[in-house]
C-alpha cells in the first residue's frame, strides 16, 4: 500500500504541467514566499505618522481649550468694566457738584432766620451769593461737558428748541426765538433738555 502511494506522489511531481512553490511565485510574479516583504516597515511609518497626528490633535485641543478661557476671561473682565463704569462713571462730575453744594449751604446760612429784620443789606448778600452759586454750577456743567442753551435772538430750532407760544415779532423775524421762559442743556450733540422758548410770528 505504501509503495502505490510513493508511485502516485512520483507521479504528481513529475506531470508536466504542475507547479511548485517556486513556480507558483515566478509565474504571478510574487517571488520566493520565503523571501517576500509583509510590509513591516510601512506599518511602522504608518504607526509613527498616527502617534504625530495624534500629538497634533491633543495640542490643537490644549490651544482651543487655552482660547477659549482667555475669551471667558475677556468677557468677563468687560463686564466688570461695564459694571465700574455705570457705577462710578460720574464720580468726577458729582465730586465737582460738592462745591455747588458747599455754597448752596452757605448762602442759606446767611439767610435771615424767620421773623427775622431783613435789611437790604441782608438781601443783596443773599441774591449775590445765589448767583455765585448759579455761576460755579454752570462752571462744573461745562467741565463735564454739559452746555447751556439760551437762544434768545437766535433761529428756532426744533432739536433744540420747543416752542410754547407764537407772538408778533415786534420787530423780529419771524421764526426767531423772542423770549426763553427755561433754558436748555445738551451734554455733546445728545439734548438733555430743550429750551422752552417763544417764537416770532413776524407780524
Do not use: C
Not at 509565474?27 to 520566493?32: K, S, T, Y
Not at 509613527?48 to 468677563?76: C, I
Not at 442743556?185 to 433738555?193: H, M
Amino acid at each position: 500500500m505504501s509503495d502505490r502511494n510513493d508511485l502516485e506522489n512520483d507521479d504528481l511531481e513529475n506531470e508536466p504541467g504542475l507547479l511548485d512553490d517556486e513556480d507558483l511565485g515566478d509565474e504571478f510574479g510574487l517571488g520566493d514566499p520565503e523571501s517576500m516583504d509583509l510590509g513591516d516597515e510601512d506599518l511602522t511609518d504608518e504607526g509613527s505618522r498616527a502617534a504625530q497626528l495624534e500629538e497634533e490633535l491633543a495640542a490643537t485641543k490644549d490651544r482651543m481649550l487655552r482660547l477659549a478661557a482667555d475669551l471667558e476671561n475677556t468677557r468677563r473682565r468687560a463686564q466688570k468694566e461695564k459694571t465700574e463704569a455705570a457705577q462710578y462713571g460720574i464720580s468726577g462730575f458729582a465730586r465737582d457738584l460738592l462745591s455747588v453744594a458747599d455754597n448752596f449751604q452757605r448762602a442759606l446760612q446767611s439767610a435771615p432766620e424767620e421773623g427775622a429784620e431783613v435789611t437790604a443789606e441782608t438781601m443783596a448778600g443773599l441774591i449775590n451769593g445765589i448767583r455765585m452759586t448759579e455761576k460755579e454750577l454752570l462752571s462744573v456743567f461745562e467741565r463735564n461737558g454739559v452746555k447751556r442753551v439760551f437762544p434768545e435772538g437766535e433761529k428756532f430750532d426744533p432739536h433744540l428748541h420747543q416752542a410754547i407760544a407764537h407772538v408778533p415779532g415786534n420787530g423780529k423775524p419771524a421764526g426767531h426765538v423772542v423770549d426763553v421762559a427755561q433754558p436748555g442743556f445738551v451734554l455733546g450733540e445728545r439734548v438733555l433738555r430743550a429750551a422752552m422758548v417763544t417764537v416770532s410770528s413776524g407780524e
